[in-house]
Structure formats: C-alpha cells, structure tokens
C-alpha cells in the first residue's frame, strides 16, 4: 500500500532524486567500541562521487535508518572515506537526507550551545557536549556538484560530530578523562564477555 500525497497524487517512490536504482541498499554494520583501531583512523578525500561513491552514501543511508541515527559517517561502516549522511527529520515527516563527500568546516562562530549527544558507534551512552553554535560547511553532493550549508542548531551539532569521525576523534573526547576511561572500560569488557 503506497502513502497519497496532495490531491490523491502517489508520492514518488523516491523522496531524494536521482538515487542509483541499479543495485540494492545494504544494512552494514557498525563499528562500535572498544573497536578504536578502525574508529581513530583518518579518512582519505574522495578523488571523485562516482557511482561507488552513490552506492556507499547509499547503504550508510539504509544502515542510518536501520539503526536508527540521524548521522553515519563512512568509517563507522568500516570504510576509510570522507563521506557522511545525515537526515535530521522528525518521526512523521519527510525524509530529507543529506550527502556530503569531502566536508570541510570552512567556518564555526564564536557563540557556543551544548547538546546532549550520543554515537552508533558508543550505543546507549549520551552525555553533554558543547560545541560552536553556527558552522558553515563545503562539500560536494552525491552528483559531485560543489556545496555549502550554513546551520545551527541540531544540525551544526551533527554536522561537527560526523566531521570529527572522519578525523579519528569520538564525541566522549570532549567530556572528561574520567567519564572517557569508564565508557571505554565497560565496552572492553562487554566485548570480552561476547556482549556486543
């Protein structure tokens, strides 16, 4: 059964455009701690969004969704690129998820906002974060086409945090040493004991 939209109108079967229809969105894994090996690395820049470019940005998308998360950047799936979808829409709405190949913050303000966040990659932890309240962010979209986002709220939040993956760095490295070293504890020994 297919959702109606305005005046009996079908919705499209695809709410972004132009999605690869060649070949099936996969749920991958995450990565999750205490697996920091994979989690720290770096991620290299994309030479160029070609159609294995798409089909990434495209199984981290169904992954995000699957989990679910409102960010996933492509090392999380295990995949050393610098690419990361967002979607920040609420239960109920349209999905509006964003591609971004190569994100560079080009900008943050001064002014700072804390939120409360939390990681695919650290489940069922959250904690207080304080970051810039405003970033501006370039990068190409899943075309290749050259972009920029200026945003504040929730999404200059997620954006920084799916930044600093591809940079090695976790959101629990900005609260203290103390509250790091027991999140970091209690996943190494539930992934001795099989639990994760």
Sequence with gaps: MGWQGPKGK?????????????SPMTIKPIITLPDEKILRQHSTPLKAV????????DDMLETMYD???IGL???QVGVPLRQIVIDISREGEAPKPLFLANPEIVWASDARSDYEEGCLSIPDFYEMVERPAEVKVRYLD????????????VMATCLQHEIDHLNGVLFIDYIS?????RVVKKFQKAGKLGRL
Excluded at 10 to 19: A, K, N, S
Excluded at 50 to 57: G, I
Excluded at 142 to 149: D, L, Q, V
């Design 10 to 22: 079908p919705r499209p079967v695809d709410p972004w455009p132009r999605l690869a229809y060649f």
């Design 50 to 57: 070609d159609e294995a470019a798409r089909k990434l940005f």
């Design 67 to 69: 989990a679910p998360g």
């Design 73 to 75: 950047a492509a090392i």
């Design 142 to 153: 899943r075309h290749g086409e050259a972009m920029e986002i200026h945003a504040n709220g």
């Design 177 to 181: 040493k103390l509250k790091r070293d």
